[in-house]
Protein backbone atom coordinates (compact mmCIF):
# COMPACT_ATOMS: atom_id res chain seq x y z
CA UNK A 1 0.00 0.00 0.00
CA UNK A 2 1.76 3.29 -1.41
CA UNK A 3 0.82 6.39 0.96
CA UNK A 4 -1.59 8.29 -0.66
CA UNK A 5 -0.54 11.30 1.19
CA UNK A 6 2.88 12.20 -0.55
CA UNK A 7 1.91 15.09 -2.49
CA UNK A 8 -0.92 16.60 -0.17
CA UNK A 9 -0.39 20.55 0.47
CA UNK A 10 1.41 22.42 3.30
CA UNK A 11 -0.15 24.55 5.93
CA UNK A 12 1.19 27.69 6.40
CA UNK A 13 4.04 28.71 7.25
CA UNK A 14 3.00 30.48 10.65
CA UNK A 15 0.73 27.43 11.36
CA UNK A 16 3.43 24.86 11.14
CA UNK A 17 5.54 27.35 13.25
CA UNK A 18 2.94 27.10 16.20
CA UNK A 19 2.28 23.11 15.72
CA UNK A 20 6.13 22.28 16.20
CA UNK A 21 6.60 24.99 18.76
CA UNK A 22 4.02 22.92 20.83
CA UNK A 23 5.50 19.69 19.72
CA UNK A 24 8.59 20.62 21.12
CA UNK A 25 7.11 21.68 24.62
CA UNK A 26 6.04 18.02 24.42
CA UNK A 27 8.60 16.48 26.95
CA UNK A 28 6.39 12.88 26.35
CA UNK A 29 7.02 12.76 22.30
CA UNK A 30 10.85 13.45 22.56
CA UNK A 31 11.39 10.98 25.42
CA UNK A 32 9.69 8.62 23.12
CA UNK A 33 11.51 9.79 19.99
CA UNK A 34 8.46 11.06 17.48
CA UNK A 35 9.03 13.13 15.07
CA UNK A 36 6.12 15.62 13.34
CA UNK A 37 6.67 14.88 9.37
CA UNK A 38 4.08 16.38 7.72
CA UNK A 39 1.78 19.52 8.58
CA UNK A 40 -1.32 20.00 6.46
CA UNK A 41 -4.08 22.29 6.91
CA UNK A 42 -6.21 19.45 8.95
CA UNK A 43 -3.70 16.70 8.67
CA UNK A 44 -0.57 15.88 10.53
CA UNK A 45 1.76 13.12 10.55
CA UNK A 46 3.83 11.92 13.54
CA UNK A 47 6.56 9.34 13.23
CA UNK A 48 7.71 6.99 15.57
CA UNK A 49 11.42 4.80 15.12
CA UNK A 50 11.03 1.30 16.81
CA UNK A 51 12.95 0.54 19.58
CA UNK A 52 13.11 -0.96 22.94
CA UNK A 53 11.47 2.19 24.85
CA UNK A 54 8.51 1.91 22.88
CA UNK A 55 7.79 -1.71 23.30
CA UNK A 56 5.18 -3.72 24.96
CA UNK A 57 6.65 -7.50 26.40
CA UNK A 58 6.44 -9.24 22.40
CA UNK A 59 8.51 -6.60 21.33
CA UNK A 60 5.79 -4.82 19.08
CA UNK A 61 5.21 -1.53 19.75
CA UNK A 62 3.15 -0.65 22.58
CA UNK A 63 -0.58 0.46 22.55
CA UNK A 64 0.18 3.08 24.94
CA UNK A 65 2.85 4.60 22.58
CA UNK A 66 0.29 3.34 19.57
CA UNK A 67 -2.24 5.72 21.20
CA UNK A 68 0.10 8.36 22.54
CA UNK A 69 1.11 9.60 19.05
CA UNK A 70 -2.53 8.91 17.38
CA UNK A 71 -3.63 11.24 20.34
CA UNK A 72 -1.12 14.05 19.50
CA UNK A 73 -1.53 13.87 15.52
CA UNK A 74 -5.08 14.37 15.64
CA UNK A 75 -4.49 17.26 18.66
CA UNK A 76 -2.35 19.02 16.28
CA UNK A 77 -4.65 18.33 12.94
CA UNK A 78 -7.41 19.96 14.96
CA UNK A 79 -5.01 23.15 15.85
CA UNK A 80 -4.10 23.52 12.09
CA UNK A 81 -7.57 24.87 11.60
CA UNK A 82 -7.89 27.19 14.39
CA UNK A 83 -7.02 30.84 14.60
CA UNK A 84 -3.80 31.93 16.89
CA UNK A 85 -3.90 32.19 20.65
CA UNK A 86 -6.21 29.28 21.06
CA UNK A 87 -5.46 25.96 22.51
CA UNK A 88 -6.77 22.39 21.81
CA UNK A 89 -7.32 19.48 24.33
CA UNK A 90 -8.35 16.12 23.81
CA UNK A 91 -11.99 15.37 25.44
CA UNK A 92 -11.82 11.79 24.31
CA UNK A 93 -10.44 9.36 21.70
CA UNK A 94 -11.45 5.78 21.23
CA UNK A 95 -8.70 3.33 19.53
CA UNK A 96 -8.67 -0.09 17.99
CA UNK A 97 -5.37 -2.32 17.64
CA UNK A 98 -6.09 -4.40 14.25
CA UNK A 99 -3.17 -5.91 14.42
CA UNK A 100 0.46 -6.01 16.36
CA UNK A 101 2.43 -2.81 15.41
CA UNK A 102 5.75 -4.31 13.35
CA UNK A 103 7.52 -2.12 11.43
CA UNK A 104 10.92 0.06 11.42
CA UNK A 105 8.87 2.80 12.73
CA UNK A 106 4.94 3.77 12.97
CA UNK A 107 3.12 6.47 11.43
CA UNK A 108 0.43 8.17 12.68
CA UNK A 109 -2.13 10.68 10.70
CA UNK A 110 -4.71 12.56 12.42
CA UNK A 111 -7.31 13.78 10.19
CA UNK A 112 -10.28 16.21 10.80
CA UNK A 113 -13.55 15.00 9.98
CA UNK A 114 -15.46 18.08 11.20
CA UNK A 115 -14.08 21.55 12.73
CA UNK A 116 -16.75 23.04 14.80
CA UNK A 117 -16.37 26.57 17.08
CA UNK A 118 -16.29 24.82 19.63
CA UNK A 119 -15.58 21.03 19.22
CA UNK A 120 -13.57 18.99 16.73
CA UNK A 121 -13.69 15.42 15.51
CA UNK A 122 -10.79 13.47 13.81
CA UNK A 123 -10.14 10.01 12.59
CA UNK A 124 -6.84 8.62 13.96
CA UNK A 125 -4.89 6.22 11.85
CA UNK A 126 -1.35 4.21 12.42
CA UNK A 127 0.45 1.96 9.67
CA UNK A 128 3.09 -0.13 10.38
CA UNK A 129 6.12 1.13 7.93
CA UNK A 130 8.95 -1.62 7.07
CA UNK A 131 12.37 -0.49 5.74
CA UNK A 132 11.60 -1.30 2.37
CA UNK A 133 8.47 1.02 2.43
CA UNK A 134 5.24 -1.48 3.20
CA UNK A 135 3.03 -0.03 5.02
CA UNK A 136 0.09 -1.61 7.06
CA UNK A 137 -2.99 -0.34 9.05
CA UNK A 138 -2.40 -1.12 12.83
CA UNK A 139 -4.46 1.18 14.47
CA UNK A 140 -7.85 3.33 13.57
CA UNK A 141 -9.52 5.01 16.32
CA UNK A 142 -11.55 8.56 16.07
CA UNK A 143 -11.09 11.77 18.64
CA UNK A 144 -13.28 14.49 19.99
CA UNK A 145 -11.23 17.87 20.81
CA UNK A 146 -12.13 21.16 22.37
CA UNK A 147 -10.76 24.48 21.56
CA UNK A 148 -9.75 26.38 24.84
CA UNK A 149 -8.79 30.27 24.08
CA UNK A 150 -5.75 31.25 25.44
CA UNK A 151 -5.16 34.55 26.62
CA UNK A 152 -2.72 37.07 24.90
CA UNK A 153 0.48 37.46 26.69
CA UNK B 1 -10.80 11.54 48.42
CA UNK B 2 -9.79 8.90 50.08
CA UNK B 3 -8.84 5.34 48.26
CA UNK B 4 -11.14 3.13 49.01
CA UNK B 5 -9.10 0.01 47.71
CA UNK B 6 -6.62 0.52 50.72
CA UNK B 7 -7.88 -2.96 51.63
CA UNK B 8 -8.53 -4.82 48.82
CA UNK B 9 -7.97 -8.45 48.41
CA UNK B 10 -4.53 -9.60 46.90
CA UNK B 11 -4.13 -12.04 43.67
CA UNK B 12 -2.09 -15.47 44.64
CA UNK B 13 1.46 -15.62 43.93
CA UNK B 14 1.60 -17.22 40.72
CA UNK B 15 -0.62 -14.40 38.83
CA UNK B 16 0.78 -11.64 40.71
CA UNK B 17 4.43 -13.47 39.26
CA UNK B 18 2.93 -14.06 36.34
CA UNK B 19 1.69 -10.20 35.81
CA UNK B 20 5.54 -8.94 37.06
CA UNK B 21 7.07 -11.18 34.56
CA UNK B 22 4.91 -9.48 31.80
CA UNK B 23 4.87 -6.27 32.73
CA UNK B 24 8.97 -6.00 33.19
CA UNK B 25 9.50 -7.27 29.93
CA UNK B 26 7.25 -4.02 28.84
CA UNK B 27 9.57 -1.56 27.33
CA UNK B 28 7.28 1.60 27.56
CA UNK B 29 6.54 0.73 31.16
CA UNK B 30 10.22 1.07 32.25
CA UNK B 31 10.98 4.08 29.93
CA UNK B 32 7.83 6.08 31.28
CA UNK B 33 8.79 5.07 34.97
CA UNK B 34 5.64 3.62 35.33
CA UNK B 35 5.13 0.71 38.61
CA UNK B 36 2.61 -1.77 38.91
CA UNK B 37 1.38 -1.10 42.57
CA UNK B 38 -1.23 -3.56 43.10
CA UNK B 39 -2.76 -6.61 41.53
CA UNK B 40 -6.00 -7.99 42.75
CA UNK B 41 -7.84 -10.67 41.26
CA UNK B 42 -9.91 -8.99 38.31
CA UNK B 43 -7.92 -5.42 39.51
CA UNK B 44 -4.56 -3.95 39.04
CA UNK B 45 -3.05 -0.42 39.70
CA UNK B 46 -0.47 1.46 37.91
CA UNK B 47 1.55 3.97 39.10
CA UNK B 48 3.82 6.69 37.06
CA UNK B 49 5.50 9.82 39.17
CA UNK B 50 5.81 12.88 37.23
CA UNK B 51 8.77 14.21 35.64
CA UNK B 52 9.22 16.37 32.17
CA UNK B 53 9.35 13.34 30.39
CA UNK B 54 6.02 11.92 30.55
CA UNK B 55 4.09 15.57 30.06
CA UNK B 56 2.28 17.85 27.27
CA UNK B 57 3.00 21.26 26.40
CA UNK B 58 2.26 22.92 29.59
CA UNK B 59 3.71 20.06 32.40
CA UNK B 60 0.95 18.26 32.60
CA UNK B 61 0.95 14.29 32.14
CA UNK B 62 0.63 14.01 28.39
CA UNK B 63 -2.91 11.94 27.34
CA UNK B 64 -0.34 9.51 25.85
CA UNK B 65 0.74 8.73 29.13
CA UNK B 66 -1.94 9.03 31.19
CA UNK B 67 -3.70 6.77 28.31
CA UNK B 68 -0.54 3.80 28.24
CA UNK B 69 -0.61 3.18 32.13
CA UNK B 70 -4.26 3.13 31.92
CA UNK B 71 -4.29 0.63 29.18
CA UNK B 72 -1.44 -1.45 30.92
CA UNK B 73 -3.79 -1.59 34.21
CA UNK B 74 -7.05 -2.97 32.27
CA UNK B 75 -4.73 -5.75 30.71
CA UNK B 76 -3.14 -7.12 33.50
CA UNK B 77 -6.29 -6.74 35.81
CA UNK B 78 -8.10 -9.04 32.60
CA UNK B 79 -4.63 -11.14 32.68
CA UNK B 80 -5.56 -12.14 36.66
CA UNK B 81 -8.40 -13.99 35.68
CA UNK B 82 -6.90 -16.01 33.10
CA UNK B 83 -5.51 -19.15 33.89
CA UNK B 84 -1.77 -20.03 32.45
CA UNK B 85 -0.44 -20.13 29.62
CA UNK B 86 -2.37 -17.96 28.31
CA UNK B 87 -2.04 -13.87 26.90
CA UNK B 88 -3.99 -10.73 26.63
CA UNK B 89 -4.81 -8.45 23.64
CA UNK B 90 -6.38 -4.85 23.63
CA UNK B 91 -8.88 -4.99 21.05
CA UNK B 92 -10.05 -1.38 21.55
CA UNK B 93 -9.80 1.44 24.64
CA UNK B 94 -11.76 4.76 24.66
CA UNK B 95 -10.60 7.37 27.25
CA UNK B 96 -11.89 10.43 28.23
CA UNK B 97 -9.95 12.87 29.90
CA UNK B 98 -12.04 14.48 32.72
CA UNK B 99 -9.49 17.35 34.28
CA UNK B 100 -5.44 18.38 33.67
CA UNK B 101 -3.78 15.82 34.69
CA UNK B 102 -1.64 17.19 37.73
CA UNK B 103 -0.39 15.54 40.84
CA UNK B 104 2.98 14.14 41.62
CA UNK B 105 2.07 11.07 40.27
CA UNK B 106 -0.87 9.53 38.80
CA UNK B 107 -2.56 6.26 39.25
CA UNK B 108 -4.31 4.02 36.86
CA UNK B 109 -6.67 1.42 37.90
CA UNK B 110 -7.71 -1.14 35.85
CA UNK B 111 -11.18 -3.07 36.69
CA UNK B 112 -12.71 -6.17 35.24
CA UNK B 113 -16.32 -5.53 34.32
CA UNK B 114 -17.22 -8.70 32.60
CA UNK B 115 -14.86 -11.63 31.98
CA UNK B 116 -15.68 -14.13 28.94
CA UNK B 117 -14.14 -16.97 27.67
CA UNK B 118 -12.97 -14.70 24.45
CA UNK B 119 -13.92 -11.28 25.44
CA UNK B 120 -13.18 -9.30 28.50
CA UNK B 121 -14.11 -5.19 28.95
CA UNK B 122 -12.57 -3.59 31.49
CA UNK B 123 -13.15 -0.07 33.50
CA UNK B 124 -10.26 2.58 33.42
CA UNK B 125 -9.76 4.91 35.68
CA UNK B 126 -6.99 7.51 36.40
CA UNK B 127 -6.75 9.45 39.41
CA UNK B 128 -3.95 12.30 40.05
CA UNK B 129 -2.24 12.25 44.05
CA UNK B 130 -0.82 14.99 45.37
CA UNK B 131 1.96 14.40 47.70
CA UNK B 132 -0.61 15.05 50.35
CA UNK B 133 -2.63 11.92 49.26
CA UNK B 134 -5.22 14.25 47.72
CA UNK B 135 -7.02 12.46 44.98
CA UNK B 136 -8.50 13.24 41.94
CA UNK B 137 -10.45 11.72 39.05
CA UNK B 138 -9.05 12.94 35.50
CA UNK B 139 -9.50 10.21 33.08
CA UNK B 140 -12.53 7.17 33.12
CA UNK B 141 -12.45 4.63 30.01
CA UNK B 142 -13.78 1.10 28.69
CA UNK B 143 -11.57 -1.29 26.94
CA UNK B 144 -11.80 -4.32 25.55
CA UNK B 145 -9.73 -7.36 25.46
CA UNK B 146 -9.12 -10.74 23.93
CA UNK B 147 -7.29 -13.62 25.31
CA UNK B 148 -5.13 -15.55 23.45
CA UNK B 149 -3.35 -19.24 24.17
CA UNK B 150 0.36 -19.25 24.18
CA UNK B 151 1.97 -22.55 23.56
CA UNK B 152 3.88 -24.48 26.21
CA UNK B 153 8.03 -23.49 25.84
CA UNK C 1 -28.29 -8.61 41.99
CA UNK C 2 -30.49 -6.33 43.92
CA UNK C 3 -30.90 -2.53 42.52
CA UNK C 4 -28.91 -0.52 45.13
CA UNK C 5 -31.07 2.77 44.04
CA UNK C 6 -34.01 2.10 45.37
CA UNK C 7 -33.48 4.68 48.26
CA UNK C 8 -32.16 7.15 46.08
CA UNK C 9 -32.67 10.86 46.11
CA UNK C 10 -35.34 12.28 43.58
CA UNK C 11 -34.27 15.54 41.72
CA UNK C 12 -36.44 18.85 42.28
CA UNK C 13 -40.01 19.14 41.45
CA UNK C 14 -38.74 21.57 38.35
CA UNK C 15 -35.92 19.41 37.41
CA UNK C 16 -38.19 16.54 36.93
CA UNK C 17 -41.01 18.55 35.04
CA UNK C 18 -38.30 19.77 32.81
CA UNK C 19 -37.25 16.21 32.11
CA UNK C 20 -40.69 14.90 31.90
CA UNK C 21 -41.84 17.89 29.43
CA UNK C 22 -38.62 16.91 26.88
CA UNK C 23 -38.71 13.24 27.63
CA UNK C 24 -42.65 13.56 26.26
CA UNK C 25 -41.36 15.42 22.82
CA UNK C 26 -39.12 12.18 21.72
CA UNK C 27 -41.16 10.45 19.52
CA UNK C 28 -38.55 7.79 19.33
CA UNK C 29 -38.86 7.00 23.46
CA UNK C 30 -42.52 6.61 22.62
CA UNK C 31 -42.68 4.66 19.61
CA UNK C 32 -40.08 2.11 21.30
CA UNK C 33 -42.59 2.32 24.19
CA UNK C 34 -39.87 3.75 27.00
CA UNK C 35 -40.58 5.58 30.06
CA UNK C 36 -38.69 7.45 32.56
CA UNK C 37 -38.57 5.57 36.31
CA UNK C 38 -36.65 7.74 37.81
CA UNK C 39 -34.71 11.34 38.33
CA UNK C 40 -32.59 11.99 40.47
CA UNK C 41 -30.05 14.56 41.11
CA UNK C 42 -27.20 13.43 38.07
CA UNK C 43 -28.78 10.01 37.89
CA UNK C 44 -32.02 8.83 35.47
CA UNK C 45 -33.35 5.84 34.71
CA UNK C 46 -35.63 4.68 32.17
CA UNK C 47 -37.32 1.49 31.56
CA UNK C 48 -38.54 -0.65 28.18
CA UNK C 49 -40.58 -3.34 28.26
CA UNK C 50 -40.01 -6.21 25.65
CA UNK C 51 -42.12 -6.89 22.85
CA UNK C 52 -41.35 -7.85 19.07
CA UNK C 53 -41.20 -4.22 17.75
CA UNK C 54 -37.69 -3.96 19.96
CA UNK C 55 -35.89 -6.61 18.98
CA UNK C 56 -33.23 -8.11 16.92
CA UNK C 57 -32.81 -12.00 14.79
CA UNK C 58 -33.15 -13.60 17.84
CA UNK C 59 -35.92 -12.12 19.73
CA UNK C 60 -33.75 -10.17 22.46
CA UNK C 61 -33.44 -6.54 22.86
CA UNK C 62 -31.93 -4.99 19.75
CA UNK C 63 -28.65 -2.98 20.35
CA UNK C 64 -30.64 -0.28 18.91
CA UNK C 65 -32.82 0.30 21.40
CA UNK C 66 -30.44 -0.83 24.28
CA UNK C 67 -28.33 2.61 22.92
CA UNK C 68 -31.21 4.30 22.66
CA UNK C 69 -32.49 3.99 26.14
CA UNK C 70 -29.08 4.19 27.30
CA UNK C 71 -27.93 7.55 25.42
CA UNK C 72 -31.77 9.21 26.31
CA UNK C 73 -30.98 8.30 30.40
CA UNK C 74 -27.10 10.21 30.35
CA UNK C 75 -28.75 12.88 28.25
CA UNK C 76 -31.32 13.43 30.95
CA UNK C 77 -28.73 12.66 33.70
CA UNK C 78 -26.76 15.63 32.73
CA UNK C 79 -29.43 17.40 32.51
CA UNK C 80 -30.98 16.82 35.84
CA UNK C 81 -27.54 19.13 36.77
CA UNK C 82 -28.16 21.96 34.37
CA UNK C 83 -29.92 25.72 34.70
CA UNK C 84 -32.79 26.24 33.44
CA UNK C 85 -33.12 27.34 29.72
CA UNK C 86 -30.68 25.00 28.52
CA UNK C 87 -30.30 22.10 26.46
CA UNK C 88 -28.33 18.93 26.27
CA UNK C 89 -26.72 17.54 23.15
CA UNK C 90 -25.12 13.89 22.93
CA UNK C 91 -21.52 14.43 21.75
CA UNK C 92 -20.99 11.20 21.19
CA UNK C 93 -20.91 7.61 23.35
CA UNK C 94 -18.86 4.20 23.12
CA UNK C 95 -20.84 1.17 24.63
CA UNK C 96 -20.11 -2.14 25.01
CA UNK C 97 -23.11 -4.97 24.51
CA UNK C 98 -21.51 -7.76 27.26
CA UNK C 99 -24.56 -9.82 27.38
CA UNK C 100 -27.49 -10.71 25.16
CA UNK C 101 -30.51 -8.37 26.49
CA UNK C 102 -32.43 -10.39 27.76
CA UNK C 103 -35.56 -10.37 30.20
CA UNK C 104 -39.21 -8.84 30.20
CA UNK C 105 -37.93 -5.51 30.15
CA UNK C 106 -34.64 -3.37 30.23
CA UNK C 107 -33.32 -0.69 32.57
CA UNK C 108 -30.81 1.71 31.98
CA UNK C 109 -29.23 4.07 33.86
CA UNK C 110 -27.02 7.29 33.36
CA UNK C 111 -25.06 8.53 36.10
CA UNK C 112 -23.17 11.66 35.57
CA UNK C 113 -19.32 11.23 35.98
CA UNK C 114 -18.21 14.59 35.37
CA UNK C 115 -20.25 17.76 35.35
CA UNK C 116 -18.33 20.68 33.55
CA UNK C 117 -19.53 24.44 32.14
CA UNK C 118 -19.23 23.25 28.50
CA UNK C 119 -19.12 19.01 28.69
CA UNK C 120 -21.12 16.70 30.66
CA UNK C 121 -19.33 12.49 31.21
CA UNK C 122 -21.87 10.26 32.01
CA UNK C 123 -21.40 6.24 32.40
CA UNK C 124 -24.49 4.03 31.11
CA UNK C 125 -25.19 1.11 32.39
CA UNK C 126 -28.40 -1.02 30.99
CA UNK C 127 -30.00 -4.55 32.83
CA UNK C 128 -32.10 -7.21 32.17
CA UNK C 129 -34.47 -7.39 34.45
CA UNK C 130 -36.52 -10.62 34.83
CA UNK C 131 -40.36 -10.68 36.12
CA UNK C 132 -38.72 -11.67 39.39
CA UNK C 133 -36.84 -8.68 40.07
CA UNK C 134 -33.46 -10.50 38.76
CA UNK C 135 -31.34 -7.96 37.29
CA UNK C 136 -28.06 -8.53 35.13
CA UNK C 137 -25.36 -5.94 33.36
CA UNK C 138 -26.35 -6.53 29.67
CA UNK C 139 -24.64 -3.26 28.77
CA UNK C 140 -22.03 -0.78 29.85
CA UNK C 141 -21.14 2.72 28.23
CA UNK C 142 -19.62 6.17 28.39
CA UNK C 143 -20.71 9.71 26.76
CA UNK C 144 -20.39 12.52 26.25
CA UNK C 145 -22.45 15.45 26.34
CA UNK C 146 -22.53 19.65 25.50
CA UNK C 147 -24.95 21.93 27.19
CA UNK C 148 -26.34 24.68 24.49
CA UNK C 149 -28.15 27.62 25.64
CA UNK C 150 -31.62 27.88 24.88
CA UNK C 151 -33.38 31.58 24.35
CA UNK C 152 -35.78 32.09 26.41
CA UNK C 153 -39.20 32.49 24.38
CA UNK D 1 -21.64 15.96 -2.01
CA UNK D 2 -22.21 13.23 -4.37
CA UNK D 3 -22.79 9.48 -3.31
CA UNK D 4 -19.65 8.27 -4.16
CA UNK D 5 -20.91 4.33 -3.83
CA UNK D 6 -23.12 4.64 -6.86
CA UNK D 7 -21.30 2.24 -9.25
CA UNK D 8 -20.10 -0.34 -6.01
CA UNK D 9 -20.18 -4.27 -6.43
CA UNK D 10 -22.90 -6.25 -4.86
CA UNK D 11 -22.71 -9.18 -3.17
CA UNK D 12 -23.51 -12.37 -4.36
CA UNK D 13 -27.37 -13.38 -4.79
CA UNK D 14 -26.56 -15.91 -1.75
CA UNK D 15 -24.99 -13.31 0.74
CA UNK D 16 -27.34 -10.84 -0.29
CA UNK D 17 -30.02 -13.22 0.62
CA UNK D 18 -28.77 -13.87 4.43
CA UNK D 19 -28.48 -10.14 5.07
CA UNK D 20 -32.28 -9.92 4.01
CA UNK D 21 -33.41 -12.95 5.43
CA UNK D 22 -32.12 -12.13 8.82
CA UNK D 23 -33.14 -8.20 8.63
CA UNK D 24 -36.31 -9.20 7.99
CA UNK D 25 -36.53 -11.03 11.49
CA UNK D 26 -35.15 -7.51 13.34
CA UNK D 27 -38.62 -6.61 14.78
CA UNK D 28 -36.53 -3.06 15.21
CA UNK D 29 -35.58 -2.24 12.30
CA UNK D 30 -39.17 -3.29 10.76
CA UNK D 31 -40.63 -1.07 13.60
CA UNK D 32 -38.26 2.05 12.72
CA UNK D 33 -39.33 1.90 9.37
CA UNK D 34 -35.69 0.68 8.26
CA UNK D 35 -34.52 -0.84 4.48
CA UNK D 36 -31.57 -2.30 3.56
CA UNK D 37 -30.67 -0.61 0.46
CA UNK D 38 -27.78 -1.78 -0.82
CA UNK D 39 -25.40 -5.14 0.13
CA UNK D 40 -22.01 -5.04 -1.18
CA UNK D 41 -18.53 -7.52 0.06
CA UNK D 42 -18.13 -5.72 3.46
CA UNK D 43 -20.32 -3.10 2.73
CA UNK D 44 -24.27 -2.08 3.66
CA UNK D 45 -26.41 0.39 3.11
CA UNK D 46 -29.67 0.90 5.23
CA UNK D 47 -31.97 4.11 4.43
CA UNK D 48 -34.88 5.26 7.36
CA UNK D 49 -37.35 7.65 6.36
CA UNK D 50 -37.90 10.73 8.29
CA UNK D 51 -41.00 10.51 9.97
CA UNK D 52 -42.22 11.68 14.06
CA UNK D 53 -41.65 8.34 15.70
CA UNK D 54 -38.11 8.04 15.12
CA UNK D 55 -37.60 11.58 16.25
CA UNK D 56 -36.17 13.43 19.43
CA UNK D 57 -37.63 16.50 21.32
CA UNK D 58 -37.04 19.14 18.43
CA UNK D 59 -38.13 17.22 15.47
CA UNK D 60 -34.73 15.78 14.11
CA UNK D 61 -33.76 12.09 14.15
CA UNK D 62 -33.02 10.65 17.77
CA UNK D 63 -29.50 9.77 18.36
CA UNK D 64 -30.58 6.32 19.23
CA UNK D 65 -32.65 5.56 16.02
CA UNK D 66 -29.43 7.12 13.81
CA UNK D 67 -27.33 4.65 15.94
CA UNK D 68 -29.80 2.20 15.52
CA UNK D 69 -29.12 1.78 11.53
CA UNK D 70 -25.53 2.56 12.02
CA UNK D 71 -24.84 -0.46 14.10
CA UNK D 72 -27.25 -2.32 11.78
CA UNK D 73 -25.33 -1.42 8.85
CA UNK D 74 -22.13 -2.35 10.40
CA UNK D 75 -23.36 -6.19 11.55
CA UNK D 76 -24.55 -6.83 7.97
CA UNK D 77 -21.26 -5.24 6.46
CA UNK D 78 -19.17 -7.69 8.96
CA UNK D 79 -21.81 -10.33 8.08
CA UNK D 80 -21.34 -10.15 4.24
CA UNK D 81 -17.48 -11.59 4.79
CA UNK D 82 -18.81 -14.50 6.71
CA UNK D 83 -18.99 -18.26 5.67
CA UNK D 84 -22.28 -19.58 5.64
CA UNK D 85 -23.79 -20.87 9.45
CA UNK D 86 -22.14 -18.05 10.99
CA UNK D 87 -23.70 -15.01 12.95
CA UNK D 88 -22.66 -11.91 13.63
CA UNK D 89 -22.85 -9.45 17.28
CA UNK D 90 -21.62 -6.16 18.08
CA UNK D 91 -18.96 -6.34 20.61
CA UNK D 92 -18.66 -2.78 20.84
CA UNK D 93 -19.02 0.73 19.52
CA UNK D 94 -18.42 4.20 19.61
CA UNK D 95 -20.39 7.07 17.72
CA UNK D 96 -19.66 10.56 17.20
CA UNK D 97 -23.24 12.78 16.49
CA UNK D 98 -21.28 15.24 14.47
CA UNK D 99 -24.51 17.55 12.82
CA UNK D 100 -28.14 17.95 13.52
CA UNK D 101 -29.51 14.88 11.96
CA UNK D 102 -32.12 16.40 9.42
CA UNK D 103 -33.70 15.66 6.05
CA UNK D 104 -35.49 13.59 4.68
CA UNK D 105 -34.23 10.36 5.43
CA UNK D 106 -31.02 9.50 6.95
CA UNK D 107 -28.42 6.82 5.11
CA UNK D 108 -26.43 5.11 7.55
CA UNK D 109 -23.08 2.92 5.77
CA UNK D 110 -21.40 0.24 7.08
CA UNK D 111 -18.03 -0.48 5.73
CA UNK D 112 -15.69 -3.19 6.82
CA UNK D 113 -11.83 -1.91 8.18
CA UNK D 114 -10.43 -5.27 8.97
CA UNK D 115 -11.91 -8.86 8.99
CA UNK D 116 -10.34 -11.51 11.29
CA UNK D 117 -11.05 -15.03 12.17
CA UNK D 118 -12.81 -14.10 15.19
CA UNK D 119 -13.35 -9.98 15.13
CA UNK D 120 -14.22 -7.51 12.69
CA UNK D 121 -13.69 -3.79 12.78
CA UNK D 122 -16.36 -1.45 10.83
CA UNK D 123 -16.76 2.05 9.95
CA UNK D 124 -19.89 3.54 10.04
CA UNK D 125 -21.69 6.77 8.64
CA UNK D 126 -24.72 8.42 8.77
CA UNK D 127 -25.95 10.86 6.25
CA UNK D 128 -28.69 13.49 6.69
CA UNK D 129 -29.87 13.14 2.67
CA UNK D 130 -32.97 15.81 1.36
CA UNK D 131 -35.12 15.40 -1.30
CA UNK D 132 -32.71 17.13 -3.96
CA UNK D 133 -30.66 14.29 -2.95
CA UNK D 134 -28.18 16.76 -1.13
CA UNK D 135 -26.37 14.67 1.33
CA UNK D 136 -24.59 15.66 4.82
CA UNK D 137 -22.33 13.43 7.08
CA UNK D 138 -24.11 13.63 10.22
CA UNK D 139 -22.66 10.68 12.48
CA UNK D 140 -18.96 9.05 12.46
CA UNK D 141 -18.46 6.25 14.37
CA UNK D 142 -16.19 2.83 14.40
CA UNK D 143 -17.53 -0.45 15.72
CA UNK D 144 -16.18 -4.05 16.57
CA UNK D 145 -18.00 -7.11 16.27
CA UNK D 146 -17.12 -10.75 17.15
CA UNK D 147 -18.13 -14.13 14.41
CA UNK D 148 -20.08 -16.88 16.23
CA UNK D 149 -20.67 -20.23 14.84
CA UNK D 150 -24.48 -21.31 14.44
CA UNK D 151 -25.38 -24.82 14.34
CA UNK D 152 -26.93 -26.16 11.29
CA UNK D 153 -30.30 -26.86 11.74
Known amino acids: MEDPTQQEEQASAEVRERVRDSFERQGLMAHLGARVTRIGPGRVHIELPHRPEVTQQHGYFHAGATSAVADSAGGYAAL ?24 SRIEAIGTVLKSGRTLTVCRLEVFGVQDDGERKLVANGQQ ?4 VDRPEA
Chains 1, 2, 3, 4 share one sequence.
Open 80 to 103: TLFPEHTEVLTVEYKINLLAPAVG
Open 144 to 147: TLIR
